[in-house]
């Protein structure tokens, strides 16, 4: 698909989106390959599964993970529009702390907080009923997307400088994820993201590891 063609055609194997989680310890790393291998997978998820089409709207109420960047991408290419607080969206990506807030909601999908995305109940947590368990639900589908999409830098303008590396302390809305991932990656760059509660000191010693150019 045409979502991240620019970043598989400029490197596909080298870091793209970096994740550090300062709550558990994780640390991982996701090339243009594997962005574009599971924006295709939530992509799929998303047309088939839940029987969305361009111009659905979903709501992403987590917290700052990997795996709402990924639904995020998912949603870009398929034209489903993507809110972080509407709760009559046509379906809930959300956290099992925060599912009570869309019980009755017909399509509620719960992201574990694994950081391997391995599920709710695979992670050894029980699902709500009526509730979608994303980790074995989304990796059911296909890591391919045979439907027409848009390139990223068609859907989001930046006036960062080109092949940016940007580290930031993650998102509170979707404008805040917009300007600290899809606008790095829309401009050749790559986003580094600090999650959990850190100190000045450590955000410093992974810019320096990092090799980050730009803070926001």
């Known amino acids: 698909m045409e979502l ?12 793209r989106f970096t994740v550090y989680n300062e709550s558990t310890g994780a640390r991982l790393d996701f090339s243009a390959i594997t962005l574009d291998n599971w924006a295709s997978k939530v992509g799929n998820m ?3 599964e839940l029987d969305l089409e361009e111009g659905s709207l979903i709501t992403i ?15 870009l290419a398929t034209g489903v529009e993507v809110s972080f607080d509407d709760p009559e969206a046509d379906a809930i990506f959300t956290s099992l702390d925060r599912f009570s807030q869309y019980e009755g909601h017909s399509d509620v999908l719960i992201v574990s907080e694994d950081p391997f995305g391995r599920g709710v109940v695979e992670s050894g947590g029980e699902l709500p009923n009526g509730a979608i368990d ?9 890591d391919q ?24 302390t993650g998102w509170k809305d979707r404008a805040e994820f917009d300007t ?3 606008e790095p ?7 580094v993201i600090v999650a959990g509660l850190t100190t000045a000191e450590r955000l ?13």
């Open 4 to 15: 991240l063609s620019h970043l598989l055609a400029l490197d596909p194997a080298s870091p």
């Open 134 to 142: 994303f980790g074995p639900t989304v990796r059911f589908y296909g």
């Open 61 to 75: 109420d987590l917290p700052v993970s990997w795996q709402a960047a990924m639904i995020m991408l998912g949603a």
């Open 180 to 182: 600290q991932v899809l």
């Open 185 to 191: 990656l829309a401009v050749g760059g790559s986003v």
């Open 204 to 216: 410093e010693q992974i810019a320096t590891n990092e090799k980050v150019s730009m803070r926001l």
């Open 46 to 48: 998303l047309l088939e």
């Open 145 to 168: 997307f045979f439907h027409p999409t848009r390139a990223l830098p068609e859907l989001i303008s930046s006036e960062l400088p080109a092949g940016s590396r940007v580290l930031s």
